[in-house]
């Protein structure tokens, strides 16, 4: 017997991806019984599951950022690796490198494999374990920057560019606006790689998630909260904090500011003259557009899921390359990855 | 090493607003490039040296050749720019592992290369470089790099970076051309000062200190001349057998915009005067002027409309003569004799104000409310001409502002420092119909603490958002002070103001009780007649 398709055991509800014969959701938007969590941002981790699978260092996260008890009232960890068995379906998890823990969700049913990759990149992160390719019957992707004029730099050089800066102002402040989960995370340890050992300085919304990195053995070096730092102190200093606080009232007390922020955004200029960044610097934990492409090659599925992002262009490259693409529209994704200074934070 | 590092820059000046920081950068970029390299950048960056090798449609069709139509399609809706689409879309060929091109090479290339040629020769470019590095080639080569360094911020940053000062600077600038390979070599003491022979070059202005209450005690009455103050801009005519220039204050050769002045000056001098535009004896008021300023050429009918004129001031250089030691008195006189003997057309002399003590020149100031005149400006008769702001030889006393109670309506951000505080003010005041109307917008008069309470307000308070701007709850009175009223038909209002800026917040009065459109309107000068 022809094993099944995967559209007759993985449905989209309105709750997101249900994989009907092993009764779970793969990152719902809303509360539900199970849940298999690919990664901690908010976008693909909600509160309130009853039960959820996904690795250690994920559901580390989820408790530290939603508070012991909403991260699933029961939750069960699963190695990169390790297999287990739900109600005939054969369930594993793979590195997705996006951000520490994150995973790509790997499921067989009766011979039919599909694989749904939730967030990520295959450039290397200090933080995260690499991208493992799992081939599959139909892989799941995220196209986040999915068009041709998003190909990010060299992490290394982006990096360079910024101490470059730092050596030019020697007395100013470089904030870097980036996200509180992984970015900061990754900037952190790229800065110690190249050899940045001084204390950096965080904005009070990173602090809680940093350190839940260094519990779970990932060192970050000296950190020291930017708020009760004293001006002369943060001059020549680095400082990180989410986007929305780079540009507005709260970067008032550092010295003369250069207004930094790292995103897979800052790759086209309008987008970054918006916010009023002085330095865009293009590093991003999303797979820029030929990561998008290499990897979906890589995976050999016939066809494609695109959850959130741009699916049109990705979905008209697919088929160039014989591979069938279908756009899920799934609604709630993508959210949390709107890196760019707002107006106003939001709270 | 050159292109990728000249993109660097380029990209650095596009995104950072401070004047500092851009002084920094170019500081850098002068010390770490060698020649010709740094001298063609500063030329591409003042735009002193600008290509129109390449249009639009030729990097579009070198970009089509290798781009799916469809992705292309949504990757320049996405991006809204056809250059940055370009760059960023750029697939190199595959192999491609050549230098990119120094700065002097693309130069070279693109002034010697059949057009039919340069297609091939831009792409070649293009699989060399990273994505910042061929945007600036595509904005170099399409002569649109628009990234706001002045020539005098040039200039500055060359003094800066020399520690030469920038008034000896600005008298070589306009006889050395890219790529400045002798003024670089002078600026870092391996060559004496480029001489500019008969090329006609900019010598600096003198210019004046604002006279305020407590220094007016301690002047004598017969030590100072009295002139008045004109609403135009400050010019310098330099013209002989080298060429013509016609100068702003700050040393940009605006010759271009004024071919009248040009062509009336037949002269070998060098004058110090006011540009205006006169209709006859009358003074137009400077809206009118500003029509003809910021063009790189001029119409018929814009001459004809809006003739230039130029009222002198003062002359630096007669013939061969450096008149600039001479006491102001002596200069004056040979300023008259001259223009007795030459009669330029469109030139005449700003007259002496006659007084006999300062508080009957303060009574004539006082008077003078035509639209035309900002105040008057007093000169030691002793005092020679000297490049700047030096203090105690000239005065500019300007009359008492107008001013005028309107109601805070929108506020926008400030730039660089003042980027997260809410800084810039467009005001209104009452229409008959009840209805307020904007007359106006200004970003200075306020203290710190001020700006940081109405940031506050201005958070608290707002009732719409567009973009950058909020609109926000009528609750804010300004006094706001400003030089002159003037019609325009660009406002809804009608009206315009000159130089206005916050002189105080009202915080004790009532919204309804800030003035109405008939009182701005009445301070009016230019009213058709």
Not at chain 1, 8 to 36: K, M, N, S
Not at chain 2, 234 to 247: D, E, I, M, N, W
Not at chain 2, 421 to 441: A, C, H, M, N, Q
Not at chain 2, 504 to 510: A, E, L, Q, T
């Amino acid at each position: 017997m022809a094993a099944p398709h995967p559209q007759d055991w993985l449905r989209v509800t309105p709750a997101g991806l249900f994989c009907e014969p092993g009764g779970f959701f793969i990152d719902p938007t809303r509360a539900v019984d199970r849940a298999v969590i690919s990664h901690g941002h908010s976008d693909h981790a909600r509160p309130g599951h009853a039960h959820v699978l996904a690795t250690r260092e994920t559901l580390a996260i989820m408790t530290a950022r939603m508070g012991e008890g909403r991260a699933g009232a029961t939750q069960q960890a699963l190695r990169c690796g390790d297999a287990l068995d739900v109600n005939g379906v054969r369930v594993w998890l793979r590195p997705a490198g996006h951000v520490l823990g994150s995973a790509q969700v790997c499921m067989e049913w009766r011979g039919s494999r599909a694989v749904v990759s939730g967030d990520y990149k295959r450039q290397a992160d200090p933080t995260a374990t690499g991208f493992e390719v799992e081939p599959c019957d139909l892989f799941v992707t995220e196209a986040t920057f999915a068009l041709p004029v998003f190909r990010h730099p060299p992490p290394e050089a982006e990096m360079a560019r910024l101490l470059r800066s730092v050596a030019l102002f020697p007395e100013r402040t470089h904030v870097v606006g980036c996200y509180s989960l992984g970015k900061c995370q990754r900037l952190i340890a790229m800065l110690r790689q190249a050899g940045w050992d001084r204390p950096i300085h965080l904005h009070g919304a990173h602090q809680a998630l940093c350190r839940t990195y260094e519990e779970l053995g990932v060192p970050l070096g000296p950190l020291r909260p930017a708020t009760v730092a004293k001006k002369d102190e943060l001059k020549g200093a680095i400082v990180l904090a989410p986007p929305g606080a780079v540009a507005d009232r709260w970067a008032r007390r550092l010295a003369e500011p250069v207004v930094a922020v790292a995103s897979g955004w800052m790759r086209v200029r309008q987008r970054a003259k918006q916010g009023g960044v002085e330095l865009p610097l293009v590093i991003s934990d999303h797979a820029d557009w030929d990561e998008l492409l290499a990897t979906c090659t890589e995976v050999q599925a016939p066809e494609v899921w695109v959850t959130h992002g741009r699916e049109d262009a990705l979905i008209h490259a697919l088929a160039q390359r014989g591979i069938k693409g279908r756009a899920l529209h799934l609604v709630g994704l993508g959210e949390e990855e709107e890196d760019i200074p707002a107006e106003e934070p939001a709270a | 090493m050159s292109l990728p590092a000249f993109a660097e820059l380029l990209e650095r000046l596009v995104f950072t607003p401070g004047r500092n920081a851009k002084l920094a950068l170019l500081r850098q970029w002068f010390a770490d490039q060698p020649d010709p390299e740094r001298g063609i950048g500063l030329a591409a960056l003042t735009e002193e040296l600008t290509f129109s090798a390449a249009k639009p449609a030729m990097i579009r069709e070198i970009v089509a050749a290798r781009t799916d139509p469809e992705l292309w399609r949504m990757s320049y809706d996405y991006v809204g720019d056809l250059a940055e689409t370009v760059a960023l879309i750029w697939r190199p060929r595959a192999g491609v592992n050549a230098p990119p091109p120094l700065l002097s090479e693309v130069v070279e290339a693109l002034e010697t290369t059949p057009k039919a040629e340069i297609p091939a020769v831009l792409a070649g470019w293009l699989d060399t470089l990273d994505a910042g590095a061929r945007l600036a080639l595509i904005k170099l080569v399409t002569g649109g790099l628009r990234v706001g360094v002045s020539a005098r911020l040039a200039r500055v940053a060359l003094a800066e970076w020399s520690g030469v000062a920038v008034e000896e600077i600005e008298e070589v600038w306009h006889g050395v051309a890219p790529p400045y390979a002798s003024l670089f070599q002078w600026l870092s003491g391996q060559a004496p000062r480029p001489d500019p022979r008969e090329a006609p070059v900019f010598r600096p202005l003198m210019l004046a200190h604002p006279l305020e209450e407590t220094d007016i005690a301690a002047l004598r009455a017969e030590d100072w001349r009295a002139e008045w103050k004109w609403d135009g801009i400050r010019v310098q005519l330099t013209a002989g057998p080298g060429g013509r220039k016609l100068f702003s204050r700050g040393g940009e050769d605006i010759s271009a915009a004024f071919p009248e002045i040009l062509a009336a000056m037949e002269f070998h001098a060098v004058l110090d005067g006011e540009l205006l535009v006169m209709r006859g004896e009358e003074v137009a008021p400077f809206a009118d002027l500003q029509q003809r300023l910021n063009r790189k050429s001029v119409t018929a009918r814009m001459l004809k409309e809006h003739p230039a004129a130029v009222r002198l001031y003062d002359i630096l250089i007669d013939g061969e003569e450096d008149l600039r030691p001479l006491p102001f008195d002596a200069r004056r006189a040979r300023l008259e004799a001259w223009h007795g003997r030459v009669a330029p057309a469109r030139m005449d002399v700003s007259p002496l104000v006659a007084f006999d003590s300062l508080d009957a020149l303060a009574r004539l100031r006082d008077g003078a409310r035509a639209a035309s005149i900002e105040g008057l400006m007093l000169k030691r008769g002793d005092a020679p001409y000297v490049a700047g702001r030096v203090k105690g030889l000239w005065w500019k006393w300007k009359r008492d502002p107008l001013t005028v109670d309107a109601v805070l309506m929108y506020a926008q951000r400030g730039h660089g420092k003042r980027s997260s505080f809410y800084s810039d003010y467009t005001f209104g005041v009452w229409r008959e119909d009840g209805e307020l109307v904007p007359i106006g917008k200004a970003y200075s008069g306020y203290t710190d603490e001020e700006l940081a309470w109405l940031d506050r307000w201005i958070r608290n308070n707002t009732i719409n958002r567009f973009g950058p701007v909020r609109e926000v709850d009528r609750g804010i009175v300004f006094e706001v002070a400003f030089d002159a009223a003037q019609l325009s038909s660009r406002h809804k209002s009608g009206v315009a103001l000159r130089f206005p800026r916050i002189a105080r917040i009202r915080r004790d009065k009532p919204v309804e009780e800030a003035d109405r459109l008939e009182t701005v309107l009445a301070l009016v000068e230019n009213h058709p007649r």
